[in-house]
């Protein structure tokens, strides 16, 4: 009944595992910071958060952490929200573009994305934009 014998009787007992959920994850896109921290803020109890301040650096996170939504601003430096939106277009699932400026609804079609939150936004409004996932 040395060491050989417990790890034998260790290889019959089966053990349960709860199951993972998945939180699902948020890019967040804006050169401003104070939209990120509040969309952190929001968003942060229910989805896992990454944030860029750029396009080019949206890019680079997007590709390496494939997040279920990309919320990103129109108007950055580096790289805009429609650029964007086109590179990631059968890459990540829904990306939605957000503004305080006048922008049509084809373009935002045109870019891939899913669709538009206007800048300033409700509560509410995100909420429903981010959902379902």
Do not use: Y
């Amino acid at each position: 009944m040395g060491l050989d014998m417990d790890v034998e009787s260790l290889a019959h007992v089966q053990t349960t595992h709860a199951p993972v959920l998945h939180r699902p994850s948020i890019l967040v896109v804006d050169d401003d910071p104070d939209t990120r921290h509040l969309v952190r803020e929001i968003l942060g109890q229910h989805f896992e958060v990454f944030e860029a301040g750029d396009g080019l650096t949206a890019l680079a996170l997007a590709l390496l952490h494939r997040p279920d939504i990309v919320l990103s601003d129109v108007r950055m430096p580096e790289l805009d929200g429609f650029a964007l939106a086109q590179a990631l277009s059968g890459v990540i699932n829904k990306v939605i573009l957000m503004t305080a400026d006048f922008v049509s609804r084809a373009d935002v079609l045109a870019s891939g994305a899913a669709g538009l939150l206007e800048k300033p936004f409700a509560l509410s409004a995100l909420r429903a934009a981010v959902s379902p996932v």
